[in-house]
């Protein structure tokens, strides 16, 4: 069976979010990524694979395509057996507890599914991003997040208006903030991630209650600043030590 004309209109506007959106449908690629997605409670609409591609799915839900047919609608430059139409679940119940990262306007997909995943690794289960972050069923998203955001609540809101309503203590990344290795850090809180370009906005920085940062060691110390997911990956990781 090929994919139909309509078909490959809809797979094709799943690239944009207004698309994602109106469907309530968003794309998964790969062995690894759609096995993921299959083992979850996420929901799947149809899968387009090849006769290489072996898996327990009702044949209703299945499409079986040619090598060539899967590289016309893939986003990888090597496709890899198999592409996913998912539904996008309902937003989940927001549990202000715990400890829970914050991203205030990530542009980049794969810094924000980098994210997603350092959230699963380090036991995060609820992330905030503010509206303007990059939509968690981008593709690309999709993709760097290997699956993780199957296991990660992501909630779209007005970051300011939440920190201004929350009591846990907020935490931001800057570089004039108390060393993050002589800091004792709480086992809940909030962990607010900055814009790649511009760090975290004015009114945010208004509202937290605690500035940390990573010291450089190098002797020059002409480094500007870390990618925001190395960055992240960091900040948990003394979050946690200082659990134990």
């Not at 939509?135 to 955001?149: E, F, I, P, R």
């Not at 086992?187 to 009114?203: C, Q, R, T």
Request: hydrophobic content about 40%; some cysteine; glycine content about 6%.
């Amino acid at each position: 069976m090929s994919i139909s004309k309509n078909q490959l209109k809809l797979i094709t506007s799943l690239s944009q979010k207004k698309y994602r959106q109106k469907h309530k449908l968003f794309i998964g690629e790969g062995v690894k990524v759609i096995g993921e997605l299959l083992d979850s409670s996420f929901t799947l609409e149809t899968l387009f694979c090849t006769d290489e591609y072996d898996v327990d799915v009702d044949e209703a839900n299945i499409i079986r395509v040619s090598e060539t047919e899967l590289q016309k609608i893939s986003n990888l430059k090597t496709p890899n057996q198999v592409l996913g139409l998912f539904q996008i679940p309902d937003a989940k119940h927001f549990q202000d507890s715990g400890l829970i990262v914050a991203l205030d306007a990530i542009n980049d997909p794969g810094n924000l599914g980098t994210i997603i995943r350092l959230c699963d690794w380090f036991g995060v289960t609820q992330l905030i991003c503010s509206k303007n972050t990059v939509d968690c069923y981008n593709a690309k998203v999709v993709q760097a997040s290997m699956g993780s955001l199957t296991r990660i609540s992501i909630h779209y809101l007005d970051v300011a208006e939440y920190l201004s309503s929350t009591k846990l203590p907020t935490f931001i990344a800057d570089m004039d903030g108390e060393n993050v290795y002589k800091t004792k850090l709480p086992k809940n809180g909030i962990l607010i991630m900055g814009n790649e370009a511009n760090g975290v906005s004015d009114e945010i920085k208004k509202i937290v209650t605690h500035k940390i940062s990573i010291p450089r060691f190098g002797e020059t110390q002409e480094t500007e600043s870390l990618n925001v997911a190395t960055a992240t990956a960091i900040l948990l990781s003394e979050f946690k030590r200082n659990v134990y």
